[in-house]
Protein backbone atom coordinates (compact mmCIF):
# COMPACT_ATOMS: atom_id res chain seq x y z
CA UNK A 1 0.00 0.00 0.00
CA UNK A 2 1.35 3.17 -0.87
CA UNK A 3 1.52 5.77 0.89
CA UNK A 4 -0.38 9.57 0.51
CA UNK A 5 1.71 12.89 1.15
CA UNK A 6 -0.60 16.15 0.89
CA UNK A 7 -0.49 19.13 2.26
CA UNK A 8 -3.50 19.96 4.94
CA UNK A 9 -5.13 23.54 3.75
CA UNK A 10 -7.78 23.81 6.51
CA UNK A 11 -9.99 21.51 4.76
CA UNK A 12 -10.93 17.74 5.65
CA UNK A 13 -11.97 17.12 2.28
CA UNK A 14 -8.48 17.64 0.39
CA UNK A 15 -7.94 15.11 -2.24
CA UNK A 16 -4.61 14.76 -4.08
CA UNK A 17 -5.99 16.31 -7.47
CA UNK A 18 -7.65 19.52 -5.54
CA UNK A 19 -4.71 19.75 -3.79
CA UNK A 20 -2.79 19.59 -6.88
CA UNK A 21 -4.72 22.51 -8.45
CA UNK A 22 -5.15 24.75 -5.12
CA UNK A 23 -0.85 24.69 -4.80
CA UNK A 24 -0.35 25.31 -8.62
CA UNK A 25 -3.69 27.84 -8.85
CA UNK A 26 -1.66 29.40 -5.85
CA UNK A 27 1.49 29.82 -6.73
CA UNK A 28 1.19 31.86 -10.02
CA UNK A 29 1.51 35.47 -9.18
CA UNK A 30 3.19 34.29 -5.93
CA UNK A 31 6.34 36.17 -4.45
CA UNK A 32 8.60 33.10 -4.79
CA UNK A 33 7.69 32.66 -8.72
CA UNK A 34 9.17 35.73 -9.69
CA UNK A 35 12.80 35.91 -7.69
CA UNK A 36 15.38 33.36 -7.60
CA UNK A 37 15.94 30.91 -5.42
CA UNK A 38 19.69 31.35 -3.36
CA UNK A 39 21.72 30.19 -1.66
CA UNK A 40 24.46 32.19 0.80
CA UNK A 41 27.11 30.32 2.42
CA UNK A 42 30.01 31.89 5.09
CA UNK A 43 33.44 31.33 5.41
CA UNK A 44 36.33 32.51 7.13
CA UNK A 45 37.26 34.46 4.48
CA UNK A 46 34.25 35.34 2.61
CA UNK A 47 30.59 34.89 1.89
CA UNK A 48 29.32 33.26 -0.89
CA UNK A 49 25.87 33.83 -2.54
CA UNK A 50 24.66 31.48 -4.92
CA UNK A 51 21.39 32.11 -7.57
CA UNK A 52 19.64 29.59 -9.72
CA UNK A 53 18.71 31.72 -13.09
CA UNK A 54 17.02 28.89 -15.42
CA UNK A 55 16.49 30.73 -18.72
CA UNK A 56 19.31 33.55 -18.06
CA UNK A 57 21.91 34.54 -19.88
CA UNK A 58 25.20 36.13 -18.15
CA UNK A 59 23.83 39.31 -20.68
CA UNK A 60 20.62 39.51 -18.68
CA UNK A 61 21.78 39.67 -15.56
CA UNK A 62 23.21 42.92 -13.80
CA UNK A 63 25.03 43.48 -10.25
CA UNK A 64 25.81 46.32 -8.51
CA UNK A 65 26.45 47.65 -5.00
CA UNK A 66 25.14 50.98 -3.67
CA UNK A 67 25.09 52.31 -0.37
CA UNK A 68 25.90 48.65 1.66
CA UNK A 69 23.49 46.54 -0.33
CA UNK A 70 24.17 44.61 -3.17
CA UNK A 71 21.54 44.25 -5.60
CA UNK A 72 21.35 41.74 -8.62
CA UNK A 73 18.80 42.00 -11.69
CA UNK A 74 17.95 40.07 -14.80
CA UNK A 75 15.44 40.43 -17.83
CA UNK A 76 14.85 37.60 -20.08
CA UNK A 77 13.70 38.89 -23.08
CA UNK A 78 11.30 36.23 -25.03
CA UNK A 79 12.84 35.09 -28.04
CA UNK A 80 10.28 34.96 -30.98
CA UNK A 81 10.30 31.08 -32.31
CA UNK A 82 6.82 30.92 -34.22
CA UNK A 83 8.04 30.05 -37.75
CA UNK A 84 5.85 29.84 -40.71
CA UNK A 85 2.98 27.28 -40.91
CA UNK A 86 3.16 26.72 -37.13
CA UNK A 87 1.05 28.53 -33.68
CA UNK A 88 1.32 28.05 -30.36
CA UNK A 89 -1.35 26.28 -28.71
CA UNK A 90 0.29 26.63 -25.41
CA UNK A 91 2.93 29.18 -24.67
CA UNK A 92 3.90 29.53 -20.84
CA UNK A 93 7.75 30.91 -21.03
CA UNK A 94 7.74 34.97 -21.96
CA UNK A 95 9.05 37.94 -20.92
CA UNK A 96 10.59 37.12 -17.21
CA UNK A 97 12.44 40.28 -15.02
CA UNK A 98 13.34 39.94 -11.25
CA UNK A 99 15.34 42.14 -8.81
CA UNK A 100 16.69 41.27 -5.16
CA UNK A 101 18.80 43.02 -2.77
CA UNK A 102 20.89 42.06 -0.17
CA UNK A 103 22.35 44.26 3.09
CA UNK A 104 25.70 43.51 3.29
CA UNK A 105 27.41 43.01 6.41
CA UNK A 106 30.09 45.21 7.93
CA UNK A 107 33.62 44.19 7.20
CA UNK A 108 33.31 43.29 3.84
CA UNK A 109 36.08 44.54 0.81
CA UNK A 110 33.07 45.63 -1.70
CA UNK A 111 35.96 46.73 -4.08
CA UNK A 112 36.83 43.12 -4.33
CA UNK A 113 33.16 41.86 -5.28
CA UNK A 114 33.31 39.49 -7.81
CA UNK A 115 30.72 37.24 -9.64
CA UNK A 116 30.63 34.06 -12.48
CA UNK A 117 27.92 32.76 -14.05
CA UNK A 118 27.74 29.27 -15.13
CA UNK A 119 25.32 26.17 -16.36
CA UNK A 120 22.20 29.16 -15.07
CA UNK A 121 23.92 29.35 -11.18
CA UNK A 122 25.11 32.90 -10.50
CA UNK A 123 28.16 32.61 -7.87
CA UNK A 124 28.60 36.23 -6.13
CA UNK A 125 31.81 36.33 -3.83
CA UNK A 126 32.27 38.66 -1.18
CA UNK A 127 35.02 38.70 0.44
CA UNK A 128 35.94 39.84 4.18
CA UNK A 129 38.43 42.39 4.99
CA UNK A 130 41.15 41.16 7.81
CA UNK A 131 40.30 41.56 10.72
CA UNK A 132 42.81 43.99 12.65
CA UNK A 133 44.62 42.38 15.30
CA UNK A 134 45.34 44.33 18.57
CA UNK A 135 48.91 46.03 17.95
CA UNK A 136 50.87 46.20 21.05
CA UNK A 137 52.77 49.84 22.29
CA UNK A 138 55.89 49.37 24.10
CA UNK A 139 56.02 52.09 26.84
CA UNK A 140 59.25 53.54 27.18
CA UNK A 141 59.81 55.66 30.31
CA UNK A 142 62.01 58.62 30.35
CA UNK A 143 64.27 58.97 27.47
Known amino acids: MANEVSRYNGR ?16 WGSYSAKVPAVDIEETA ?4 IKAE ?4 SEDDVKLYVEKHVLHISGE ?3 KNEEKEGRKY ?3 ERRHTSFERSFSLP ?7 ISAAFENGILTVRLPKLPEEKPRHIEVKIGK
Open 12 to 27: RDVSVFDDFFDSMLNA
Open 45 to 48: DEFV
Open 53 to 56: LPGF
Open 76 to 78: SKE
Open 89 to 91: LIK
Open 106 to 112: DGLDESA
